[in-house]
């Protein structure tokens, strides 16, 4: 008998965005529904409370675009905070650095993790069984709020949509915790929606972003099956971002192991800043 294919959809302000396939889990955690459907092109993929979050195929789009400018660009890199990324994707490019030696990633729902784990392991790779990875099942607004200051060297924020489930995510008083935890020259790294599909939000981090912070800056790319297509990804420190690598030993090699990222990528991919975007940061 022929599986059952059915389409899934993200829907978002009057548009809908979906992937056709076999549903291969569906259940609802304490916190959120979590679907994992399995479709021809893209692979398998996670839905979190109907927002698409990641897919086999283009999981890289994201997860070498959150990391990479970040760590390959500090000499300094021991500790690393992960708020949110259950599908282990952060975790696994964050791996690829030998002077890391602690990454705790927090992830407030268990059973994404198990989920990623039973269905995306391709997602979190090798991560899942490295030594250095500490995986915490708490809110990220607590683990951030205990945190001792100038302690981690980057934190990525990798989570959903703002909801009312991740919504504390995007406030000025979660940044500002952020900030007094990071190191001198540590690094924020968050994805910051997009400029499209998530105007309004969008501008809000950036501008949030850069009244907190010295100096901050934002890359633009693409990630496929997200509303729009187009996503951005925000990085601030409080004393210096120099995002020019030019000091990391391992940039090469971890060029070469990227499927998206190249330094020539990442340097075009800071200069995109759609000109309403511009206009309305200057506003
Ligand atoms: N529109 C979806 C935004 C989700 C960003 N986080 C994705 C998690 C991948 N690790």
């Known amino acids: 008998m022929k599986e059952i294919e059915i389409w899934i959809d993200e829907y978002h302000k009057g548009s809908r965005f979906g992937l056709n396939g076999k549903v291969l889990l569906k259940k609802n955690s304490k916190y959120q529904e979590i679907l994992i459907i399995e479709n021809e092109y893209y692979g398998k993929a996670l839905m979190l409370d109907g927002c698409w979050m990641t897919s086999l195929r283009d999981e890289k789009y994201y997860h070498e675009c959150l990391v990479h400018p970040a760590l390959s660009s500090l000499d300094q890199k021991s500790n690393i905070l992960i708020i949110g990324g259950g599908d282990g994707g952060t975790a696994r490019e964050c791996i690829k650095y030998s002077q890391i030696t602690k990454i705790d990633l927090v992830e407030?729902?268990?059973?994404?993790?198990?989920?990623?784990?039973?269905?995306?392991?391709?997602?979190?790779?090798?991560?899942?069984?490295?030594?250095?990875?500490?995986?915490?099942?708490?809110?990220?607004?607590?683990?951030?709020?205990?945190?001792?200051?100038?302690?981690?060297?980057?934190?990525?924020?990798?989570?959903s949509d703002p909801s009312e489930l991740s919504n504390f995510l995007f406030t000025d008083s979660f940044y500002k915790e952020c900030k007094r935890i990071l190191t001198k020259n540590g690094i924020l790294a968050t994805q910051s929606e997009s400029p499209e599909s998530f105007k309004k939000i969008h501008i809000h981090i950036l501008k949030s972003l850069k009244?907190?912070?010295?100096?901050?800056?934002?890359?633009?790319?693409?990630?496929?099956?997200?509303?729009?297509?187009?996503?951005?990804?925000?990085?601030?420190?409080?004393?210096?971002?120099?995002?020019?690598?030019?000091?990391?030993?391992?940039?090469?090699?971890?060029?070469?192991?990227?499927?998206?990222?190249?330094?020539s990528f990442q340097n075009a991919a800071f200069k995109m800043m759609p000109n309403k975007i511009v206009k309305a940061l200057d506003s």
């Open 108 to 159: 407030i729902d268990k059973e994404v993790i198990k989920a990623s784990k039973t269905f995306l392991q391709e997602i979190g790779g090798k991560a899942w069984n490295d030594k250095r990875l500490a995986i915490h099942i708490e809110d990220g607004v607590k683990w951030v709020e205990k945190a001792k200051d100038n302690f981690y060297d980057v934190i990525f924020i990798d989570c």
């Open 211 to 263: 009244k907190i912070f010295k100096v901050s800056d934002t890359m633009y790319s693409f990630v496929p099956i997200y509303p729009s297509g187009i996503w951005s990804w925000t990085f601030a420190s409080k004393e210096k971002l120099d995002l020019s690598n030019k000091n990391c030993k391992e940039v090469a090699q971890i060029e070469k192991d990227c499927e998206i990222w190249n330094l």
